[in-house]
């Protein structure tokens, strides 16, 4: 479970001062499918970011399975991100020399944990997302949606329990937006990992169970698929 309370994230000095996230407080249990959504600048990333261990607050506490994330020292942090958090970056973050089943099982080798198993575990999701063929291929040898599988097949295999991704579907047409989506609901579903997504994607938020929207780095609203259908009707 991941609880937020209070959480504020400042940028720079002056008059360059930034309130990036102004105390946003958020429970978020094991197996949601949760959107962050809301306009250029509101704080997305930055909220992501925090989740994730990649940056640390300004004020206010954040933990995650019951680690309080301020407390960790750089290298505890950087042990949190590996065992717990599956990154999905906008732009894919695969490693350039690394061929695509390499990066695949990349968090998996650092974790010590690339057994026999998981190894057939990664060929065959990948194969199941339409990458059978590109095991040795380069991540510059494919498309933006085929880097974008790639990498959440990465973040899933590790075993981690929550995959954070940060607009994963900006940069892809509509076809390999749909198959990154089901990806995501497919992990959600069957292997029970929290899932939490920036988007501006129309299809995205529709697809989420909650959907959290920030404007000018507060939580301007919270509301989860049952209520938003209610709305509808
Ligand atoms: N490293 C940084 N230094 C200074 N300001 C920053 C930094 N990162 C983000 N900001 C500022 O913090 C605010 C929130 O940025 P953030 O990237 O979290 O927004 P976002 O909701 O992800 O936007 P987008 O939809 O464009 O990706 C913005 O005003 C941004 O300019
Ligand atoms: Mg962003």
Redesign the pocket.
């Known amino acids: 479970m991941i609880l937020i309370e209070g959480l504020t994230k400042t940028?720079?000095d002056g008059p360059n001062r930034?309130e990036?996230n102004r105390d946003v407080s958020l429970q978020i249990n094991r197996g949601e499918f949760v959107v962050l959504a809301?306009p250029?600048?509101?704080?997305?990333?930055?909220l992501l970011n925090l989740i994730g261990g990649l940056d640390t607050a300004t004020s206010g506490s954040i933990s995650v399975n019951g680690i309080e994330l301020s407390s960790l020292r750089a290298n505890a942090l950087s042990d949190f991100r590996r065992d717990h958090i599956g990154y999905v970056f906008q732009k894919s973050n695969l490693v350039s020399s690394l061929t695509v089943y390499e990066n695949a099982v990349l968090q998996l080798r650092l974790q010590r944990r690339l057994t026999r198993a998981a190894r057939d575990r990664t060929r065959r999701l990948l194969n199941d997302v339409g990458l059978g063929d590109k095991l040795q291929a380069l991540p510059s040898q494919l498309s933006g949606g085929q880097q974008q599988r790639a990498a959440i097949i990465r973040a899933v295999t590790s075993g981690t329990d929550i995959v954070v991704a940060d607009?994963p579907t900006a940069s892809l047409d509509s076809k390999n937006a749909d198959s990154v989506l089901e990806l995501l609901r497919t992990m959600n579903d069957e292997n029970g990992a929290t899932i939490i997504v920036?988007s501006?994607d129309a299809r995205v938020i529709a697809a989420a169970r909650r959907v959290v929207h920030?404007v000018d780095?507060l939580v301007f609203s919270d509301t989860r698929a049952s209520e938003l259908l209610e709305n509808l009707t």
């Open positions: 940028y720079g930034v990036a809301g250029s600048g509101s704080g997305k990333t930055t607009e920036s501006h920030l780095g």
